[in-house]
């Protein structure tokens, strides 16, 4: 608002400036009468030449050129397409504020419906919380009625079970008897299951006599297999050397290669040529011989590995036959423990039957399931009494604990209610500030529809009317009507100054909801009416704007008495040298391209004359040429073969890093270098050679030797790497997690 209003006052001192120091206002208007410069530059000023009736008394001709072209742009009276801009500008500067206080407006409008609804789903769900609470009350007290009168069944019930009590003890002597008589016969049974398990203890001793026997032999068949393994272990170093071999063969296929690029530089020299190529034609008649010994390799590979496979199995069979021994010792184990529970049951017997005899009355049969029963059924009652009472005091305490919960959230909604209708206070007037701001913008429309009337009472002033009137009236009648628009702005500024003092004094309040809708769906249809209208209005506005600029170009005012108004520092001028001298330097840039061009075409000229003269020699360019692309190509997938390989390879080195906690660097052909995860510092890293018979040996160095303890008990002792690695690794881990 204050930028607003520092832009009106700026435009109105500039309009009181004019009319103080030029007693002879002159217009500006544009015309197409410049031929000093070309049809691209647009929009040059002209300046008429009318004289007011005030100049001719005083007899001061102001006469303008191209060389006072700069005093008489400060001269500029109001309507200037420069003020015009302005003012565009100022109007644009309001319509944005009104947008923001629109949006403003509609985000509290929304913000208020939530609430409303929100307000209203809090108040359902209380007074449904309230009805659910009293039904609960009454339940609990008819609940209440129900336990006394189960106490007093649960007295009654008491007394009658002591009654059938003693008349079930002398049930239970009774079942000792037969219980008695029943652990007689199972003394029997237990004898005859005696002897049989001892039968069928021999039978399992014979079985396991045969089964050793099978072992042995098994055994023997394992040392057989171990000896075919040594013979296919020789075989596979072997096949090693074998392949080594093959590799340095294939690479001396690649120094062929590299051979044969070389001697693509030397075309020239046919005799070295040729002879080079008498080599490379013996090595390449070689590969043959290698690709024979290439498949005998392979099929020793496959005899390997069908050996391997029948080691597998005689492997497995083995894990079964060791597998069916274990389960015989089990079988074994489990008779001994069969024995010990016989002892033990003897004892349980014995102990059953004096229970018996305590509990049962004589006479009655001593059964262990009448006594089981009779047990059971008096641990029940036992339980269902003491359950009953202790839900009967939980009960209780759960009433008084929601009595008290209800008084507490009653003194929650009562506080709520009051706070609910402070709000809905301040909310009232919060809407009566929002109908003032709608009574202000609908003010601001009336403005713009004010200034829209102007803009069209300028356009429909005819030509005749326009020679008529002097200057000085038609700016009298237009600063009047730029005063009255100045004013309405003004006074729409004081009064939104004024309301966002009263906003800013007045506490911030969260907004309520008000019950009444109505009002809301009224108020945003206004505010849509009042949007609709005000856009249409900017689209007049415009329209008449793009109107008045297009009769001042086409040259509604007298052209013979007005002279074209020429700027010193001319943009459009510069920006034709600057096109201009850009111009200059491509064509610059294209001659020296095509000379480039030219010079390329001749040593192209000059190749294949050479090219002509060589075709005589027996090699044909053609071949070289492919050969060249096939061995580029080679080169290409071998370079990215590598970078996979080394890809493939470094993300290997990571996973055993991460998953084993040991970095291994290659020092030499033979020498690996070995560093633990939880080291402490650099230093501390092992050594280790594989030599000829491709076993590791470790080298000493001075972290090794710190290890001395753990290298005689796991290298020394069982001759184990792994062992000693990851005893290693446990070592570290354990120290550095007891420093951290």
């Known amino acids: 608002m204050d930028e607003i209003k520092t832009n009106f006052d700026k435009i109105m001192e500039q309009f009181t400036d004019s009319v103080t120091q030029h007693t002879m206002p002159k217009r500006l208007s544009f015309g197409c009468g410049n031929n000093s410069f070309d049809s691209t530059v647009a929009k040059k000023r002209k300046l008429s030449a009318e004289e007011s009736p005030v100049g001719k008394n005083t007899s001061a001709n102001v006469s303008v050129d191209q060389d006072g072209g700069q005093s008489s742009l400060n001269n500029s009276l109001i309507s200037s397409p420069w003020e015009k801009r302005r003012l565009r500008a100022d109007l644009i500067e309001a319509n944005s504020r ?25 108040t359902a769900s209380l007074q449904q919380q309230c009805d659910f609470t009293a039904s ?58 005696y002897n049989k398990c001892s039968n069928e203890i021999g039978q399992y001793k014979r079985e396991l006599e045969q089964l050793e026997m099978e072992l042995n032999l098994r055994t023997e068949e394992l040392e057989n297999s171990k000896r075919l393994q040594n013979e296919y272990k020789q075989k596979a170093t072997e096949y090693q050397n074998i392949k080594s071999q093959l590799e340095t063969e294939k690479q001396q296929h690649e120094l062929v290669k590299s051979r044969v690029k070389d001697l693509e530089y030397e075309v020239a020299s046919y005799g070295e040529w040729k002879e080079l190529t008498k080599t490379t034609q013996a090595r390449l008649c070689s590969l043959p011989d290698i690709e024979k010994e290439l498949a005998r390799v392979k099929q020793e590979n496959k005899n390997l590995r069908d050996a391997l496979g029948n080691k597998l199995l005689l492997e497995e069979q083995v894990f079964d036959l060791k597998t069916r021994l274990e389960k015989y010792d089990e079988i074994s184990t489990d008779t001994v423990a069969l024995k010990v529970e016989i002892n033990t049951l003897e004892q349980e017997l014995k102990e059953w039957r004096d229970l018996a005899a305590d509990h049962c009355p004589v006479g009655s049969p001593q059964n262990a399931m009448f006594l089981r029963n009779r047990i059971e059924q008096l641990l029940q009652k036992d339980i269902v009494t003491a359950s009953e009472k202790g839900f009967s005091k939980n009960e209780n305490d759960l009433v008084q604990s929601q009595m008290h919960e209800m008084k507490i959230q009653n003194e929650i909604y009562i506080k709520a209610n009051n706070e609910l209708k402070t709000a809905l206070k301040h909310h009232k007037n919060l809407m009566s500030r929002v109908q003032k701001k709608l009574m202000l913008v609908a003010k601001e ?49 004081t009064n939104l100054e004024k309301e966002l ?59 013979d008495k007005c002279k074209v108004l020429h700027l010193t520092m001319n943009p459009a001028a510069e920006a034709y040298e600057k096109s201009k001298t850009e111009i200059e330097k491509l064509q610059a840039e294209i001659e020296r391209l095509k000379r480039k061009n030219k010079k390329l075409e001749e040593d192209q000229e000059e190749m294949t004359s050479r090219l002509n003269e060589t075709q005589n020699l027996t090699v044909n360019v053609k071949e070289i040429n492919s050969l060249r692309t096939k061995l580029e190509s080679a080169e290409t997938k071998m370079q990215h073969m590598k970078e ?20 291994i660097d ?52 069982h001759n184990s790497l792994p062992a000693f690695l990851s005893a290693l690794t446990l070592e570290l881990f354990n120290r550095a997690t007891m420093t951290a």
């Open 98 to 122: 009104i947008a923001k206080l629109k949006k403003e407006i509609e985000h509290q409008h929304t913000i208020r419906s939530s609430m409303e609804i929100m307000y209203n789903s809090k």
């Open 136 to 193: 609960k009350v009454l339940d609990l007290e008819k609940h209440l009625a129900a336990l006394r009168k189960r106490e007093a069944n649960a007295k009654q019930d008491l007394v009658k079970t002591k009654n059938s009590l003693n008349q079930q003890k002398q049930i239970y002597e009774d079942t000792i008897y037969t219980l008695q008589k029943e652990n007689k016969e199972l003394e029997e049974k237990c004898r005859a299951a």
């Open 445 to 493: 429309r009336d403005c713009y529809k004010q200034l829209v009337d102007n803009f069209e009472r300028d356009l429909t002033i005819s030509g005749q009317l326009v020679d008529a009137l002097n200057p000085d009236s038609q700016l009298r009648a237009r600063l009047e009507m730029l005063e009255k628009t100045l004013a309405g702005y003004k006074e729409m500024c």
């Open 501 to 559: 003092a009263s906003t800013k004094l007045l506490p911030e309040i969260p907004l309520e909801v008000p019950n009444n809708l109505e009002s809301y769906d009224r108020l945003k249809k206004e505010i849509e009416t009042l949007r609709i209208e005000n856009d249409k209005l900017r689209r007049r506005k415009d329209e008449l704007e793009l109107e008045l600029e297009h009769r001042y170009l086409k040259g509604d005012v007298n052209v």
């Open 644 to 663: 996979l390989y080394k890809n493939a390879s470094l993300e290997f080195r990571e996973v055993c890093y991460m998953l084993f906690g040991y970095r």
């Open 666 to 717: 290659r020092v030499g052909n033979t020498n690996y270098r070995i560093c633990s995860m939880y080291a402490d510092n650099e230093n501390d890293y092992l050594n280790f050679r594989l030599n000829e018979s491709g076993i590791l040996d470790m080298l000493e160095t001075d972290y090794s030797v710190s290890l001395g303890e753990m290298m005689k008990t796991h290298l020394v002792a």
